[in-house]
């Protein structure tokens, strides 16, 4: 069993909307905060969103004012919430998190400063 275990991708027309949940397995794991990246096919892995420990959020400007990331601390859980989606939204999504401490402001949305890595669910999008 790894780290970090994702749910909740699926298929969904234009429009809809998907949540993912991604459960830490130890809070040490996600102690710094936790994010969202997704891979479309043909490109490289981009930010999604961020939160850190303390709950400030950080998004990517191509998902603002759609996406929402939240989190339960006691349950050492990160959600996603995806309304409004787009084909282009249509991906790989992988739940990454930061153990250690750090990010007393706006969390990163850079890859390097997270230490685990999920398996990915699928999301896709028709129009």
């Known amino acids: 069993q790894g780290q970090l275990e994702e749910s909740g991708g699926g298929s969904v027309q234009t429009g809809g909307s998907l949540r993912l949940s991604c459960k830490s397995s130890?809070?040490?794991?996600?102690?710094?905060?936790m994010g969202w990246f997704r891979q479309k096919p043909g490109n490289e892995r981009e930010a999604v969103a961020s939160?850190?420990?303390?709950?400030?959020?950080n998004y990517a400007d191509s998902v603002k004012g759609r996406f929402t990331i939240s989190q339960d601390n006691a349950k050492n859980t990160v959600f996603l919430q995806m309304n409004s989606l787009q084909p282009e939204d249509t991906g790989m999504y992988y739940c990454a998190s930061a153990g250690g401490g750090g990010w007393t402001g706006v969390p990163p949305l850079a890859a390097e400063e997270f230490n685990y890595w999920g398996q990915g669910t699928q999301v896709t999008v028709s129009s």
């Open positions: 130890r809070y040490q794991y996600r102690s710094r905060g």
């Open positions: 939160i850190s420990s303390g709950g400030r959020t």
